[in-house]
C-alpha cells in the first residue's frame, strides 16, 4: 500500500492508459485526498474511465493499486467507489488465469498487487455502511481464485462471519456468492431470508444448467419479482447485476422463463423485471411472441412511467409485426392507448398498426409522423389514395433527414400510384431532401421530363457518392441511354468509397451495365464480405447467369447480417450447393434465434427472413 507522497516515485510518463500517457493519473489520485468534493467524485469518474476502460486494462492500472488501496482506507468518504473500482481492475474469467496470456499480463500485475494489499483492505468488510461492505466483497470475489494461502484464510474467515451476521440480507446474499467463488458449496434454499434464498436458488441453477427444478422456480418466481434496490450499483462479473445474472438464467429455460415472467407481472412488474424477462425471451428464441405479447399486454396497467410505457409500446410493435393474427385483448388495449391525447399514444398508434387492425389507418391520418406513415404504408397498401395525399403534403412541408427518407420509401409498397407525388419527389432532388431515395423513386416511377432527367444528370455529380449511384440508374431507366450512368459507375470505382454502397442499386440496369463486369469480377476476389456478396449479385443481374454468383453467395451464407444477405440473394437465383442443405436445415429447425435485432426497427426481423428464405432455398430442392 502506498501513500500520495509515493506517488511521484512512478514514472507514469512511461506507463499508459485509454487515452495515452499516464501522466494525470497522480493528479487524479491526489484529488480524492482533497475537501472538494466534486473534483473527487470527477477524479472517480476519471479513473474508471482511463486505468480501466470498458473492461480493458492498461500498463498504468497495476501499478495505481496500491495508491487506489491506501486511497480506499484515507479517504473514506470515496471508499465505496475505489474498492468497486479495485474489484473491476482485477476482474478476470475463470479460464484466464490457465491461459498463456496470464503471466505478465496487466490483469495478473493489477490481481498480484490487489493479492498484496487485501490484507489490509479486509476490515472494510466491518464497514458501517452497506455499500461499502458490498464493494469490499465484490474486491473479495475477484481475487478469490488467485489468493496465497493466508491471506485467502483470512478472507475466507471476515466472508463467513458476514454470511452468518451481517444485519443486511443482501450482504449476507453477496457473502454467500463470495464463499462459492472460494469453493464453497452451499444451498441454504430454505433460509428465511428471500435475498439468500435467491442467490442460493441461482448458483444451484448456475450449477445445474437447464431444465431447472421446480424449488428452483418457485424460488425466482416468490423472490426474485422484486429487485433490491441498491443491486444496480453492485455488478458481479463482467459488470453484471444480480437481475440481469438471473434474467439471462431464466432465459436458458424460456417455457420456465415465461412462467416466471408471469408471476412476477402478476405480483406489478417491479422493476418492470418481469417484461425485461419476457422481451429477452422473444430476442432469445422462436415463436414466443404470442406469449411474450399476452404478458406485455399483462403489464401494461403497471407501466405508469411515460418514457417506460413508450419503450413498451414499440417492443410490442416490433413482435406484434411477426404474428399473422394477433390476439384480439391485445389489439383493443392498444387502440384504446393509441387514441389518448397523451405523450404514449404515438408509439401505441405504431404498434396497432403493425398489428394491421383497421382502426389504426384512420388515426393515422388524423395525426401522421413519418414512421405512421411508413407503417400504415406497409400494411395497408391498399389505401394509397388516401395515404399519398397526406405523404405529399408531409414532403411538400418540408419532411428531410429520416423523416423525409421514410416517407418516401413507404412509397415502394404503392407502385405506380406512387406517381401522383412527382412534384413533390422533383422538389426533394432539387433541394436535396431525401434526395437518394427519392431519386430512386423517380427511376421506379418511369416518367420521364427533361427537368427530372436534368436533375438526375445533375446529381450524378455529386460529391455524396450513393446519391451519383442512385441519380446515374434512375437516369438510365427514364432514358435508356446507358452511357452517362456507365461513366459514372467508372468513377465510382475510382473512388475511395465501398462498392457494395452502389453495386447494390444496379439491378436496374441489367445487361446494359455489361462495360463494367471487368471492375465487378475483380471484386468478387475482394477481402472484404459485403462487397463479393454485392459484387456477385451485380455479375448476375448483368450476364444473366447464377453461375459465377452461386459459389461466391454459397460462401458467404451464414448466421450474419451479411451472411443473410447472400442467403437471400441465392433464393433469388433459384439455386444453391447441396453441401449448403444442412446448414439451411439448421436454419429452419433451430429453437432458438441465429440472428439478433433491436426491438425499435419496426422493420421485422432479420431471424425471421433467414428462416424464411431458408425454407424458400430447401423449396427449390
Avoid at 493479492?115 to 489490509?120: F, G, I, K, S, T
Avoid at 448456475?206 to 443491486?231: H, M, Q
Avoid at 438471473?246 to 422493476?271: C, E, K, S, Y
Avoid at 451495365?513 to 448483368?542: C, M, N, Q, V, Y
Wanted: hydrophobic share 45%; aromatic share 4%.
Amino acid at each position: 500500500m502506498r501513500s500520495p507522497a509515493e506517488l511521484d516515485d512512478v514514472r507514469w510518463s512511461e506507463l499508459t492508459h485509454a487515452y495515452g500517457p499516464a501522466e494525470d493519473v497522480p493528479e487524479l489520485i491526489r484529488a480524492l485526498y482533497g475537501d472538494d468534493a466534486e473534483a473527487a467524485d470527477e477524479a472517480v469518474q476519471e479513473l474508471f474511465g482511463t486505468i480501466h476502460h470498458q473492461g480493458t486494462v492498461y500498463r498504468a492500472s497495476a501499478p495505481a493499486v496500491p495508491f487506489l488501496a491506501h486511497a480506499a482506507l484515507h479517504a473514506p468518504r470515496r471508499r465505496e467507489d475505489l474498492l468497486m473500482l479495485l474489484a473491476v481492475l482485477a476482474e478476470h474469467g475463470p479460464a484466464f488465469v490457465e491461459s498463456p496470456h496470464w503471466p505478465g499480463s496487466d490483469v495478473a500485475a493489477i490481481c498480484a498487487e490487489l493479492c498484496a494489499v487485501l490484507p489490509e483492505l479486509l476490515p472494510s468488510l466491518e464497514d458501517p455502511e452497506r455499500g461499502v461492505r458490498r464493494a469490499a466483497l465484490r474486491m473479495v470475489a475477484t481475487v478469490a481464485d488467485v489468493l496465497p494461502d493466508e491471506p485467502r484464510a483470512l478472507a475466507l474467515e471476515r466472508v463467513e462471519a458476514l454470511y452468518a451476521d451481517d444485519p443486511a440480507a443482501a450482504v449476507r446474499a453477496d457473502a454467500l456468492i463470495v464463499l462459492n467463488a472460494f469453493g464453497r458449496t452451499l444451498e441454504p434454499l430454505d433460509s428465511p431470508l428471500p435475498e439468500v434464498r435467491l442467490a442460493a436458488a441461482q448458483l444451484a441453477a448456475e450449477r445445474s444448467g437447464p431444465p431447472y427444478a421446480p424449488d428452483l422456480v418457485e424460488i425466482f418466481a416468490k423472490d426474485g419479482a422484486e429487485p433490491d434496490p441498491g443491486d444496480d450499483d453492485f455488478p458481479w462479473a463482467d459488470t453484471t447485476t444480480r437481475e440481469q445474472r438471473l434474467t439471462d438464467l431464466l432465459t436458458q429455460d424460456p417455457d420456465v422463463g415465461l412462467t416466471v415472467a408471469a408471476r412476477w407481472i402478476g405480483a406489478g412488474d417491479i422493476g418492470s423485471q418481469g417484461s425485461w424477462l419476457a422481451e429477452s425471451i422473444a430476442a432469445g428464441w422462436r415463436d414466443k411472441e404470442r406469449e411474450v405479447l399476452g404478458l406485455s399486454l399483462a403489464a401494461l396497467p403497471h407501466t405508469r412511467d411515460t418514457a417506460a410505457l413508450r419503450a413498451r409500446f414499440r417492443v410490442i410493435a416490433h413482435w406484434i409485426d411477426l404474428l399473422a393474427e394477433p390476439d384480439a385483448d391485445l389489439r383493443d388495449a392498444l387502440h384504446q392507448y393509441a387514441g389518448a391525447d397523451d405523450e404514449t399514444a404515438e408509439a401505441a398508434l405504431l404498434a396497432l398498426a403493425h398489428s394491421r387492425d383497421p382502426r389504426a389507418l384512420d388515426l393515422v391520418l388524423a395525426r401522421p409522423t413519418a414512421r405512421l406513415l411508413e407503417a400504415a404504408a406497409r400494411h395497408f397498401p391498399e389505401a394509397a389514395g388516401r395515404l399519398i395525399p397526406v405523404m405529399r403534403r408531409e414532403l411538400a412541408a418540408g419532411a428531410t433527414g429520416n423523416d423525409g427518407i421514410a416517407v418516401i420509401r413507404a412509397m415502394d409498397s404503392f407502385g405506380t400510384e406512387a406517381r401522383a407525388a412527382q412534384p413533390e419527389l422533383v422538389d426533394c432532388l432539387r433541394t436535396r431532401r431525401a434526395a437518394i431515395v427519392a431519386a430512386r423513386r423517380l427511376g421506379a416511377n418511369g416518367v420521364s421530363t427533361p427537368e427530372i432527367t436534368g436533375l438526375l444528370h445533375e446529381a450524378t455529380r455529386s460529391t455524396d457518392l450513393s446519391l451519383r449511384a442512385s441519380a446515374a440508374v434512375a437516369h438510365h431507366r427514364l432514358t435508356g441511354d446507358p452511357e452517362t450512368a456507365l461513366r459514372t459507375y467508372e468513377s465510382l470505382f475510382s473512388s475511395k468509397g465501398r462498392p457494395n454502397w452502389y453495386l447494390s442499386g444496379l439491378e436496374p440496369m441489367g445487361s446494359a451495365a455489361a462495360p463494367l463486369l471487368p471492375r465487378i469480377e475483380a471484386l468478387l476476389e475482394s477481402g472484404d464480405d459485403w462487397t463479393r456478396k454485392a459484387a456477385a449479385e451485380a455479375h448476375r443481374w448483368i450476364t444473366g447467369s447464377p453461375d459465377r454468383a452461386v459459389p461466391v453467395l454459397a460462401d458467404l451464407a451464414g448466421t450474419t447480417p451479411v451472411g443473410l444477405s447472400a442467403l437471400k440473394a441465392l433464393a433469388a437465383t433459384g439455386r444453391y450447393p447441396d453441401e449448403l442443405r444442412p446448414s439451411l436445415t439448421s436454419y429452419v429447425s433451430s429453437p432458438k434465434r441465429l440472428l439478433t435485432d433491436t426491438p425499435f426497427s419496426g422493420q421485422g426481423h432479420p431471424d425471421e427472413e433467414l428462416r424464411t428464405t431458408s425454407r424458400l432455398l430447401l423449396a427449390i430442392g
